[in-house]
């Protein structure tokens, strides 16, 4: 619910409001906007005492959120949030963020050589897997605190901000130590205590939508972390799971507009795990950045064909320098801004 005071109430009419809120069991929540003066009502039910609060000096109206989601909502926080990465924003403009970078941490070199690659052709993130959540338990995965040590110099050679996966609770502050931004994984998005552990980090975090969920569902993953008070969270749509299996997921490209209308946050789209393979990246990325989304999330590889995880939808290097070059053409027609380009 939303209570919506008189722009001329007075602080002690807020207060009022407030100490009423908490009296009866909710939590209330001061949300500061350049256009209204509201009180966020968070629990379960808050109907309840709508009336009541209503009647209070200085309300103008209560209104309920027509979403299960909250926080999270356009209606609670019309204003688009803007999430800084390490000095770089996703969302609330026409800035438009690439981090890319291999799906897992292989090595040292592999590492360094492709975040050197993806700084010079303009990228502004930089994204590897230290942690991987692989489907099978024999499948590689990921060099763990090694992963975290390379990541960490990668970021230092090339200056460039660092998202990686947190896999569970206990490793959320390793992790976190070392990450610019925690990213939760698609086969985590409803790991509710891991979205809590994330959310009290502080940290920005990268929330992939769960392979078989709704938007609503998604948006609910998000309300977790918002719930403990972080709302730096950045959306990722990386394709869903469908019946068609000749794509590895399929990329709902109509959840950017979508989400953008219902809630706050930034959106960026993977074109990678949505296509599952690299001779369909471009053009889903060209489709995402069309879609107007925040950002994209692309795999890239300096040999993929030897790649230890999701090789087959790496890009190239030479294949994500020649893509930057065209997303920045493209972001030009859409008066849309790349960050951080190199050219
Ligand atoms: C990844 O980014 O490498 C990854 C495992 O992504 P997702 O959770 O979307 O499959
Ligand atoms: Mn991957």
Redesign the pocket.
């Known amino acids: 619910m939303l209570i919506l005071m008189h722009r001329q109430a007075t602080r002690e009419d807020v207060a009022n409001v407030v100490a009423h809120v908490r009296e009866r069991g909710y939590q209330p929540v001061e949300l500061p906007g350049t256009d209204r003066l509201a009180i966020g009502v968070l629990g379960s039910n808050p109907s309840r005492i709508r009336d009541a609060v209503a009647a209070l000096p200085g309300v103008v109206e209560a209104i309920p959120v027509s979403k299960p989601f909250k926080q999270v909502a356009r209606e609670w926080h019309p204003e688009p949030t803007v999430v800084t990465v390490g000095g770089v924003r996703f969302g609330g403009g026409p800035a438009f963020v690439v981090a890319a970078g291999p ?1 897992a941490v292989e090595s040292r070199e592999q590492m360094v050589q492709t975040a050197e690659a993806v700084a010079a052709a303009g990228a502004s993130v930089l ?1 590897g ?1 230290a942690f ?2 692989r489907t099978s338990p024999y499948a590689f995965r990921g060099l763990g605190d090694e992963g975290l040590r390379i990541l960490q110099e990668a970021r230092e050679r090339t200056g460039l901000p660092v998202v990686t ?1 947190v896999l569970t609770p206990g490793d959320v502050e390793r992790v976190a130590e070392v990450a610019d931004m925690l ?1 939760v ?3 985590n998005a409803q790991n509710f205590s891991l979205l809590e552990a994330v959310g009290d980090t502080g940290k920005p975090i990268l929330l ?1 939508r769960g392979l078989s969920n709704t938007v609503e569902e998604w948006l609910l993953s998000a309300e977790y972390v918002l719930s403990r008070g972080n709302a730096n969270v950045v959306l ?1 749509e ?1 394709g869903i799971r469908t019946f068609e299996t000749a794509t590895r997921n399929t990329l709902d490209l109509s959840a950017v507009p979508l989400v953008q209308s219902l809630s706050h946050l930034p959106v960026v789209v ?1 074109p990678s ?1 949505a296509t599952g393979h690299r001779h369909l990246v471009r053009s889903m990325a060209r489709a995402g950045l069309a879609a107007g989304a925040d950002g994209l ?1 692309i ?1 890239v590889h300096p040999h993929p064909d030897e790649a230890l ?2 090789g087959p939808q790496s890009l190239t290097l030479q294949m994500f320098a020649e893509l930057m070059e065209e997303l920045r053409r493209l972001a030009r027609a859409l008066d849309r801004e790349m960050v951080g380009a190199a050219h």
């Open positions: 799906c994204r897997g991987k959540p996966e990213q994984g698609t086969r992939k990722c990386r993977d795990h999330i795999e995880s999701d």
